[in-house]
Structure formats: C-alpha cells, structure tokens
C-alpha cells in the first residue's frame, strides 16, 4: 500500500516537473536556464522544493496532541535548531578570521566553504575541552554525586535539575562532565593512535616504494595478510589476549589497545603511503637526486616526503575518524577504555536503554543520542576539513 | 546557400581564476568556407585551442564565452540551445584531439566507437557505417583495413590511433573538423603518413577545417590560409603562401626566423686526444630482452654530440648506460680514460659529479615543493660544501649565468615559473656540481619554438665559457642542425651511422638517416607533395621504415 502512495506520488512530481519547465519557458521568453534544462534537473527542483515545504509543515507541527508528546516532532526541531546554530557560528567564526590573523590565514578564510570553517570550528572547541576538561568541567569525571537519572534540559518540571544541565546517568554521575572528559579519552587516544599507525605504516611504505624489490614483496603480503581478518573481529581478539596479560591493571589495557589499533590501521596507511609513494618515486627529480648520490633517508624525507602530505593529511583526518569510531565500538563491546575512565562509547552503552523511551519522555531518551552526538559532529567536522583539504591540493596541482 | 560555414565575430572568452574572470581570447574574428582550411598558429597559451573549442560552441569548465558569435550554417552556436548543438556536433562538427591514446575508451573497440556517431545521429545503420568506417581506413592507407577496426586501442600504434580517429571524425561526413594538434606527439616519420592522410581525405570529402599547431612547417602543408595569435589576440591573417614569403607584422618574421639560429662549426677534434666520454661496445637489457645492441661512441671536450632517432630507437635508454641507472650487460664507459662502475650506486661521489643531466620534462625534473633556491643549493652544498651566505652567493652567481635575477626567482616555487624558465632552473641544478659532461634529454622539445631557441643559445654560450661537452638527445633535426659537432644516428638500439654534423647533412646517407631527414616538414608549401611524388604514396612513413 505504501509503495502505491509513493509512486502515485513519484508520478504525480514528474507531472509537476514538466510544468514547472513549460511555464519557466513561458515566462522568461525561453531563456537558456529553462530550454536546456534536462528533465532530471527540474524533477529534482520539484521534489526540493516539495520537501521544503514538508520540513516546514513538520517542525510547525504542535509539540503536545492531547497531553502526548510528540517527540519525533521534538527531535526535528532540535536538529534544524541545531543545525541553524551551528551554521550561523560557522558563518561568524569565519568572518572573525578574515579580519584577524597573519596575512596568510586571513587569505585561506577568505576562500574556505563555509562546512570547512564549520570543521576547523568544531575541531578547535573539541580540542580546547580534550585540554582543559579538568578546568572546564563542572565535577569530576567520576564523581558519584546524589541524584541519579536526572533528566536533561534543567526544566525541574519536567524530571530534570538546573544543577545537572545534562542530567546525570543511572549512578548520578554528571553527563555533561563526563562528555567533557570524554573528549580528553576518547580524542586523546584516538590521535596518539592515529599518529602511531601513520608513523608505522607511512615509513614502512616509504620505504618499500623506494626499495623495491624483496622487502616490499615481504612487506606488502605481511600487509595483505593482516588486511584479509576483519579489523574489528580482530582487535577484539587481539585485546581479550592483552587483558588476560595485562591482569588488573586497566592503564596497560589502554596501552595494549593503542598500539593494537595502531598496528591494524598502520596496513591502510602503508597502502596509501606505497602506491603515493611509487607514483612520486618514478619522478626525474628523484632520479635527479639519486644521482647525484643522495642516501636513502634524504630521499624519503626531503624529496619525496613532502610531496605526499596533501594525500597523506587527508587519509590522517579520515583514519582519524574510523581509529576514534573503531575504540568507541570496542568501548561500547565493554574491551575498550575500561570504567570509570569516561568515554563516549562506553556512555552510548550504558544510557543506550533509555532510548526505549523515545514515545512518551523525549527528554530521557535524549541521553544516550548526547554522546552518540558527540562522535557524529567530530566525524562530519574532520571529514568536512578533510574534503577541503583534498580539493585545494588537487586544485594546486594545475 | 552562401559558401560561408563559419563566421565568429568578435569572439571573447574569459577564464575563471582566484575568483575573478580574466580574459582568455580579446575579440578574435574567423571565417570559413566550404572546403577550406585554415591553420591556427601561436605559442602555447596564445588561445588557440580555446578558439578550436569555442568554433563548436563549446568551452571548457571554468571557461566562458562573454561576448561575440559563432555562426556555423546560419545557427549562432553560443546561444543556440543544448538540444541544437547536439544534433551539429559530431555529425556536422567534429573535433580531432591532441592524444588520440587517451581519447579512445581503452574499453571499446575502434569499430564500436566510429560506428556510435553515425548511429546516434541517424545518419546511417550501424552496418552501413561499420562498412564505411573500413572504406575509411582503407582510404586513410591504415594497414589491414578490414581487421584493424576490431582491435583496441591498445592493440595499435600511435599513428594509427590519429588515423583511426580522424576516421572517426569522418564517419558522419561533417562540413567542418577542428584538428588539435594531431601530430604533435608523434615521431617525424610517422608524422608525414598522418600528414598526408589528413590532407587527402580532406580534400576527397572536401571538408573544411581549422588546423591547430605550433608547428609552422605543418602548417604550410595543410592550410590554405593561417591566423597567427599571440596571447589571445589576432596577429595576422593571409593565404599561406603570402603569410610564408612576405609576413607583415614583427611576432611572425620572429617566429619565421626561429629555425635559422646555428651555432658556429668547432674546429675538428685533434686525433689521439682522450675523449671525455667514451661508450664502449655496449650492450643493454630491459630483462631478458636486448634493446641496445654494442654501441660505441666518444664524446670530446668542448663539443656536442646529437644522439638522434625515433622513439624507442635507444636514445634514452644509452643516457640510463652512461649514468649508470641501468648498467650494460656487456661493455662500458669511460670517463676521461677511466672506465666507470656499471652501476651508479657503486660510483663516488667525484664519478657522479662529473656527470650531469638535464631532462625533458622540467615539470618532473624540479620537486615541486622546493624552492629554485633549494633545488640549485643542494647539489651546491653536497658537492662543494658550501652553506649559509656562500651558498646563497654561488646561486646567485648561477642563476645570472642562466640570465634569471636572483633576488626575484631565489625564493619561488616551480609552479611560478614558466616552462622556458623550469628548464633554465634544470640547467642551473646541473650547472651546480660544476660538470665536464651534461646529457640533455630531449630539453627543447616540449618548449614553444621561440623559447627553445633561448634555451639552445644559453647551452651553446655555456659551452664556450665553461668547455662542456654535451651529449644531446632529440628527435628534431633543426635541433641537431643547430647545435651539434657530430650526430650519432640510432635505430632499433643500433647505431646506424656516426660522423661530424658537415658530413651527415651532405649525400650520401645510409638509407634511414636519409628518411629521417627528408621526413623533417620544411617551410615550402609544396614540400609535402614533392615528397609524395618522390617517395609514392605507399612508400611513406612506418611503411619505409619496415623496408630497411
């Protein structure tokens, strides 16, 4: 029944599409925007707009219908709420940095799209908690205070506590502390991860590239070997040995997960870095440099390095991503930064009942989506950063 | 019916960078009748593609057209609608590319792709054009007409792959083709049968044409008239033969005076002196397979030695002998009576420093991310161990040799530097290790002509100051004209014949040096048919090659 309303529907947007061209045609005397538009073009100026309109008529929609909230209602409001405030913010961060700064800096914000200057934003405020979490936190991270389940939103008519604006978890912990600190985890070992994968993996790749023969044969099928077990399975793995090792010292389990992940991520980056490498190292100026006799190390870091950092800073904010989602995972599977230290993942799994409440108490439900939010935004942050940086480089190479 | 095909009038185009439109083409008029060819000449970046393109209305991204028409048969194909300029394009327009390699789908047929013109435009059945597009081939002298269409692109060389391509652009019958420097990566030999098939199944279908190149003896041949364009605006325009004996305007006689730059003949080498290089029976492999079969030559101070062929006739690969890059299976090289390791990594650093090369591609030659400072610096502090302040100086001092300002170029990027200059800075880099020896690899030939004749003068002057010995590498004759002392002529890996410039240029030849030489294009609009008449038609380019 229902794909018949879509398609009706679907059929009935097509209709409206041609004649949204005719009357186009028709009113500005068939000017070259309308005549060559294909027919795929003003069906999807149709169906934008329709779902404009949609979005409208949905975020106007009562909050309450005869005392049952609607919380799907509830939820579209904050994520359009959201993603005005976050747009807006973007849009004065970047006027800011046009007008203060060295000269530099001023001309990169003055060419940025506005999701790049979006990306650095939201990197720089993670980056200023993971620092200062101590200082800006209002309690400590494990800190049981009275209060459990307060719900979010500070309103105490509605369960929540002007103390608590984020509410406390089932052992009255304050979430918003521990978001806080949870920056400093997860971010933190995350980038000390990354780093490690990219020192392992980018110098090995170097190195084969410029090598060759048997030890990049060795190195590359090591890589294709590892690269064949699916990386989670095989982290989880790899961490329940390290836990049996490490005894009961959870710093050491954190230890022995850094350089897990790093290991399992270093074969991506040897990959990138090889194949980036091999295309640099067939250039005459390296044949130039070899030569003239240069040794190996300053072919690698001198010649060759810095001709890859544009591939290799875009595959590091990507990489840095699935580290960061990769020790959320293996937190929310309960083997990853181990309690009471705090942690998104970790606080995903255990406030994730909540959400069963979704129907009749939106509030509550909200609190697991806060850290699951958390990691999205740092995600589309670095990956909005990452895309910007991509297409200058490419664009350099003209 | 008037005879005219194409009419642009005041035709501007503008390009868009660092967020602001900057013209490209400044109000540029052509016409075109039925059947005629009009040759479009003028150093890269004078616009002259932008026009081939924009003649089919169309533009690049980030290109626009802002002002003027373009009027082909009556329809003003700048604001004729997309659904019109469908139905001109490839059936009445056709366009022929620079690389016909990388315009080919390497995943489809030729036959596949001729035949998708005439089918989509309801000009013929795919079997009738299928049939048609072998009649082609046939007439385009491309060998095995009836199978060659069932390869793929890979499966056929460079030169056919042009030809299959003008076919293509044929198979529709249009009244006009834009060519786009169709020969310019292709050896002379095969240049001429592309040539001449070009120009035969022009005139048979009588279609007209604008022919792009930089080439002005190319262009003699085919156009009926030519345009010279210099950074997007017209020079001049006349019948070829006028344009060729009595130019008007100073760009052009410049231009025409390019190819008669020669530097003085050296006295002849003393007998018994010890050459500075010295190639000695030497044999190499690309794995199993021999590709260069015991050549030797010697190369004497002061002088320069032109390694010529065509490609894949050995020249580079006896450069990668010499420096050691790919050490010869049987024989070797001597420097100054001194026989070399084989292997460059097995060579001191005074063996490596007396040998230096200059590459073809100054785009690769340089690191991009390094500034001319550093890129010259380095061998400077590597070999002569200079640093700080006098590092600083002796690049300076270097740079002015190569007649760049030091103060301007020390602190740039490659990127800001124009081609000529990169190459100057490649010089400089080997310049640097103060060298007896340099092996220029094709230095002059991805350069406009006028400032490959710069490049050509600066070597020779830094001849006669420092007392280098060149070894040069090319393909151009007028090259080797120009600059050379003696020639080594190669073919397959051999060296066919070796001997002093004065003597190469004169009769007798061997027989492929002979074809190489008259295989050059030459200024005379007639030199083309004379050949043909000489050679006869089935005798020409890789058909005469496989005859030896």
Redesign the interface.
């Known amino acids: 029944m229902t794909i018949l309303y879509v398609l009706i529907a679907a059929i009935l947007l097509i209709g409206v599409a041609f004649a949204f061209r005719s009357v186009g045609k028709a009113a500005t005397g068939n000017a070259?925007f309308f005549?060559?538009m294909p027919t795929g073009v003003a069906y999807g100026y149709v169906l934008a707009a329709t779902l404009i309109v949609l979005s409208i008529w949905y975020f106007f929609k009562p909050l309450d219908i005869d005392g049952v909230p609607q919380a799907g209602v509830l939820f579209f409001r904050w994520a359009v709420i959201g993603f005005a405030i976050f747009a807006a913010a973007a849009f004065v961060f970047r006027l800011i940095f046009r007008h203060v700064g060295t000269e530099g800096s001023k001309k990169l914000f003055r060419?940025m799209p506005l999701t790049a200057a979006f990306g650095i934003m939201i990197i720089i405020i993670y980056a200023i908690f993971a620092v200062f979490a101590g200082f800006i936190a209002p309690y400590g991270q494990e800190e049981v205070l009275g209060a459990a389940n307060v719900v979010p939103g500070g309103n105490p008519a509605l369960g929540g506590n002007p103390d608590y604006p984020l509410g406390t978890d089932q052992i009255g912990r304050d979430i918003l502390s521990r978001l806080i600190f949870g920056a400093q985890n997860t971010v933190g070992i995350a980038f000390v991860t990354t780093c490690l994968a990219f020192f392992i993996g980018g110098s090995l790749g170097f190195l084969a590239a410029t090598l060759g023969g048997w030890l990049d044969q060795l190195l590359s099928r090591t890589v294709d070997a590892l690269m064949a077990i699916p990386a989670l399975i095989f982290a989880l793995l790899l961490i329940t040995i390290a836990t049996a090792w490490a005894g009961s010292s959870s710093w050491l389990v954190t230890i022995y997960m850094i350089f897990i992940i790093a290991i399992i991520d270093s074969t991506r980056v040897f990959r990138l870095s090889r194949a980036v490498g091999l295309n640099i190292v067939v250039?005459?100026?390296i044949?130039?440099a070899?030569?003239?006799?240069?040794g190996l190390g300053y072919l690698v870091f001198r010649?060759m390095l810095?001709?890859a950092?544009a591939p290799l800073l875009a595959e590091f904010g990507l990489r840095f991503c699935f580290v960061f989602l990769t020790i959320a995972s293996l937190s929310f599977l309960g083997v990853g930064i181990q309690p009471p230290l705090a942690d998104w993942g970790t606080m995903v799994r255990d406030l994730s009942p909540f959400i069963n409440y979704a129907q009749f108490a939106p509030y509550a439900a909200a609190t697991p989506l806060l850290a699951a939010g958390a990691i999205a935004l740092l995600t589309v942050a670095v990956n909005f950063v990452v895309d910007w940086m991509l297409h200058k480089s490419s664009g350099?190479k003209e | 019916m008037s005879d005219q095909l194409l009419k642009i009038r005041g035709l501007k185009i503008e390009g868009r960078s660092d967020?602001t439109w900057n013209p490209i083409i400044n109000g540029v008029d052509l016409d075109l009748n039925k059947g005629e060819v009009i040759g479009l000449i003028g150093e890269s970046g004078a616009g002259k593609s932008t026009i081939g393109l924009a003649s089919m209305g169309f533009t690049r991204d980030g290109v626009r057209i802002s002002e003027g028409s373009v009027v082909f048969d009556g329809v003003d194909l700048v604001?004729a609608?997309?659904?019109d300029k469908r139905a001109l394009l490839g059936s009445r327009i056709a366009y022929v590319a620079q690389s016909a390699a990388a315009s080919f789908n390497p995943a489809h047929k030729l036959i596949d792709q001729h035949t998708e013109g005439p089918t989509q435009h309801n000009v013929s059945s795919r079997s009738e054009s299928q049939s048609d597009g072998i009649e082609l081939y046939r007439r385009l002298r491309l060998p095995n007409p009836e199978e060659i269409g069932f390869r793929y692109p890979h499966q056929v060389s460079g030169g056919q792959l042009q030809r299959a391509m003008t076919a293509m652009a044929m198979a529709c019958r249009p009244d006009l083709i834009i060519f786009d420097e169709p020969t310019t990566a292709l050896d002379v030999t095969t240049q001429i049968e592309v040539l001449a098939s070009i120009r035969d199944i022009v005139e048979q279908f009588d279609t007209a044409a604008i022919y792009i190149t930089h080439d002005l003896a190319v262009v003699a041949q085919m156009a009926d008239k030519i345009k010279v364009l210099l950074k997007g605006d017209e020079v001049e325009e006349a019948d070829t033969r006028t344009m060729l004996s009595a130019p008007t305007q100073e760009y052009t006689k410049s231009l025409w005076a390019v190819r008669s730059f020669e530097r003085p003949a050296k006295p002849a080498v003393i007998s018994g002196s010890t050459p500075v290089v010295s190639v000695k029976n030497v044999t190499a492999a690309y794995g199993t397979v021999d590709v260069l079969h015991d050549v030797s030559f010697d190369i004497h101070e002061g002088r320069t030695v032109a390694v010529v062929g065509e490609s894949g006739s050995g020249k580079s690969t006896t450069a990668r002998c010499i420096?050691?890059?790919l050490p010869p299976r049987i024989g070797h090289v001597e420097f100054d009576g001194q026989q070399l390791p084989l292997d460059?990594r097995k060579?001191d650093?005074m063996q490596?420093r007396q040998a230096?090369?200059i590459?073809q591609?100054a785009d690769?030659?340089?690191?991009?991310?390094?500034t001319i400072g550093e890129t010259i610096g380095?061998?400077v502090e590597?070999?002569l161990g200079l640093k700080g302040r006098e590092k600083r100086k002796k690049v300076g001092a270097l740079l002015e040799e190569i007649e760049l300002e030091p103060t301007q170029y020390y602190d740039r990027l490659p990127?800001e530097l124009s081609g000529g200059q990169k190459q100057r800075i490649g010089i400089a880099?080997a310049l640097a290790?103060e060298p007896k020896f340099i092996i220029c690899d094709e230095v002059t030939s991805a350069l406009d002509q006028l400032v490959a004749e710069g490049i050509l003068k600066l070597l020779a002057k830094l001849q006669d100051q420092l007392g280098l010995s060149y070894m040069f590498i090319t393909h151009d004759l007028a090259t080797v004209k120009a600059i050379s002392d003696e020639v080594v002529v190669m073919k397959d890996g051999v060296v066919v014949e070796q001997g002093e410039k004065a003597d190469m240029f004169q009769p007798p030849h061997h027989p492929y040096t002979d074809l190489l030489l008259s295989s050059v294009p030459e200024m005379d609009p007639d030199w083309l048919d004379n050949l043909l008449e000489a050679r006869g038609v089935d005798n020409i380019g890789d058909a005469a090659v496989d005859k030896m």
């Open positions: 070259p005549r060559d060419s250039m005459d100026y044949e130039a070899k030569l003239r006799g240069e010649e810095p001709n950092y350099l | 967020e604001t609608s997309a659904a420096t050691g890059l460059y060579r650093k490596l230096q090369m590459y591609m690769t030659a340089l690191n991009p991310r390094k380095r061998p590597f070999y990127s880099r290790a």
